[in-house]
């Protein structure tokens, strides 16, 4: 679950650009060393509200990486420079691939470990439609999942400004997994905007019963920190 946010993160940062796909972030180091006994793992095992909160922390810090995105759309071609922390996977190889493939017009890995890209508007435009083709498949296989049970379908408009999801929690019920997904879709839709040039004022999310169609609580990305 912690890793959720991270994971769709790498997954639509680069969509559209790499020929082969993008990896996913390594394995946290929790799960590479075994507890010694049933007792200590029984004792480390986190609380759902430890695991909510360095969730949290986790998002805030990639919505946070996200606003370090640079677009630059000028008058004929797009510039976009994406962080260090998004390319530590990408070689010059790569991206002379990508110049080679057509896929945007120069690329380069800055000296703080940066990538720039310029590209055409219609370059752009493929690259904006390879995101929302990730972010949709990244939506489709959080249903019914075991981090999230309780959905049933995840419906949203054409910027990822506005969810709409169907879950089996019943108004008045909390689901701790309804509670995190708020985080992935908003780093979905704050990629996205940026991404595509149109950075959002707000993510909101409506939790409906799958049933009865009841609306069971909603979500604003504007009031996170409060």
Not at 106 to 116: A, H, L, M, P, R
Request: aromatic share 6%; with cysteine; charged share 20%.
């Amino acid at each position: 679950m912690k890793k959720q946010i991270s994971i769709t993160l790498a997954a639509i940062m680069l969509a559209g650009l790499t020929a082969c796909g993008t990896s996913t972030p390594a394995a946290s180091s929790e799960a590479t060393a075994p507890a010694s006994s049933e007792s200590e793992a029984t004792a480390e095992e986190p609380s759902a509200d430890s695991e909510l909160d360095a969730t949290v922390d986790e998002a805030e810090q990639a919505l946070s990486d996200i606003g370090s995105i640079d677009v630059d759309k000028g008058l004929f071609d797009v510039t976009i420079t994406f962080p260090a922390d998004f390319a530590t996977d990408i070689t010059q190889e790569e991206i002379d691939q990508q110049v080679a493939d057509g896929k945007v017009h120069s690329g380069q890995i800055n000296e703080d470990g940066s990538v720039t890209y310029v590209m055409s508007k219609d370059q752009h435009k493929a690259i904006v439609d390879g995101i929302s083709e990730s972010i949709q498949s990244s939506l489709d296989d959080m249903i019914g999942t075991d981090d999230y049970p309780n959905f049933t379908s995840i419906d949203h408009n054409a910027d990822y400004t506005s969810f709409t999801v169907k879950t089996t929690t019943k108004p008045g019920e909390t689901a701790i997994s309804d509670s995190m997904s708020v985080l992935v879709f908003a780093t979905c839709g704050q990629t996205y905007g940026i991404v595509s040039g149109n950075i959002p004022e707000n993510i909101h999310v409506d939790f409906v019963n799958a049933d009865s169609g009841e609306l069971v609580t909603s979500w604003d990305s504007e009031n996170m920190a409060e």
